[in-house]
C-alpha cells in the first residue's frame, strides 16, 4: 500500500491542523493506521493509531486529549486532528500501515510508511 501525508505547515501554538494521508494500492480496510512523528535529534514517536474498521483508537501519553484520529475506508484516508499545539509538536508527521486489525505504539511493527508531512509549531 502507498501512502501519502498532508496538511502540514506553520501554525501558532495553541491553534489546531489536521493531516490526511491518502492510501491507494491496496484494500484500505485490510490495514491498522498509525501516525508517528519525529522531531530533529529525536527518535520516532507513537502519536496515536486505528483500528481498520475505525472503531479502536489509541494515543501516546504527550497527546493527553488534543489529538484524534479518524478514518473513512470508502475514500482511503486516515486522518490527525491536532488542536492545542504547543511548540514541542514541531516534528516531522509520518503514516503508517499495518496489515491487521489493530495498530501498534511499535514503528518496527508497521511495513508501510508514508514520507512525512512537517508541522512547525510557533510560540
Known amino acids: 500500500v502507498q501512502l501519502q501525508a498532508c496538511g502540514g505547515g506553520f501554525v501558532q501554538a495553541e491553534r489546531s491542523v489536521r493531516l490526511s494521508c491518502a492510501a491507494s494500492?491496496?484494500?484500505?480496510?485490510?490495514?491498522?493506521m498509525g501516525w508517528f512523528r519525529q522531531a530533529p535529534g529525536k527518535e520516532r514517536e507513537f502519536v496515536g493509531a486505528?483500528?481498520?474498521?475505525?472503531?479502536?483508537?489509541s494515543y501516546g501519553d504527550f497527546v493527553k486529549g488534543r489529538f484524534s484520529i479518524s478514518r473513512d475506508n470508502a475514500k482511503t484516508t486516515v486522518s490527525l486532528q491536532m488542536n492545542s499545539l504547543r511548540p514541542e509538536d514541531t516534528a516531522v508527521y509520518y503514516c503508517?500501515?499495518?496489515?491487521?486489525?489493530?495498530?501498534?505504539?511499535?514503528?518496527?511493527?508497521?511495513?508501510?510508511w508514508g514520507q512525512g508531512t512537517q508541522v512547525t509549531v510557533s510560540s
Open positions: 486505528i483500528s481498520r474498521g475505525g472503531s479502536t483508537t
Open positions: 503508517a500501515a499495518v496489515g491487521r486489525s489493530y495498530g501498534s505504539s511499535w514503528s518496527h511493527e508497521y511495513g508501510y
Open positions: 494500492g491496496r484494500p484500505f480496510s485490510n490495514y491498522a
